[in-house]
């Protein structure tokens, strides 16, 4: 979290298997697999713990 809180983060590119990805695109990536986690886990009768001051930021309730 510390490291996306630099505003200066979200202009660079990340290297994603030797190919330069704008840090947004990986942050958005990353968000809707996170989001893709919590419908998966209970559809298959799974059950995903998260941290509240994790789920803040992301607007989901534990």
């Known amino acids: ?7 200066a983060a979200w202009e660079r590119d990340v290297d994603l298997g030797g190919a330069p990805v704008p840090a947004v ?3 958005r990536m990353l968000f809707l697999e ?9 559809a298959t009768g799974g059950r995903i713990e ?10 989901w309730k534990a």
């Open 25 to 27: 695109g990986i942050a």
């Open 50 to 59: 998260v941290d509240e001051e994790l789920a803040l930021p992301v607007g």
């Open 1 to 7: 979290m510390a490291a996306w809180a630099d505003p």
């Open 34 to 42: 996170l989001l893709h986690g919590w419908d998966v886990a209970p």
